[in-house]
């Protein structure tokens, strides 16, 4: 009687859905628009400041983005069976 295969030895399919971009873009427009409005908002003496935080923030967070979108993307490795085990 065959056994079943574990699910760490089962294959993923090759048309596997890929992680989408838009939600990536969206985000960071959506805090790009946040950013400009507490610059805008932000007391004329503290404004270079605010500037500073909010590039950095947004940038760092663009390279996570990114990050995470081609950790997600990337190719996985072949798939390699392990040494069988013989039937008894």
């Known amino acids: 009687m065959p056994k079943p295969v574990p699910a760490s030895q089962r294959r993923r399919p090759m048309n596997a ?3 989408a971009i838009a939600p990536l873009v ?3 427009a959506v805090t790009a628009v946040a950013g400009a409005v507490a610059v805008v908002l932000a007391p004329s003496e503290a404004r270079g400041w ?3 935080v909010v590039v950095t923030a947004w940038v760092v967070l663009a390279v996570s983005l990114a990050a995470a979108h081609a ?3 990337a190719p996985s490795a072949p798939h390699r069976p392990g040494p069988t085990r013989p039937n008894s």
Do not use: S
Request: aromatic share 0%; proline share 8%.
């Open 50 to 52: 605010a500037v500073a």
């Open 26 to 28: 969206a985000t960071l």
């Open 17 to 19: 859905p890929k992680a």
């Open 71 to 73: 950790t997600l993307t």
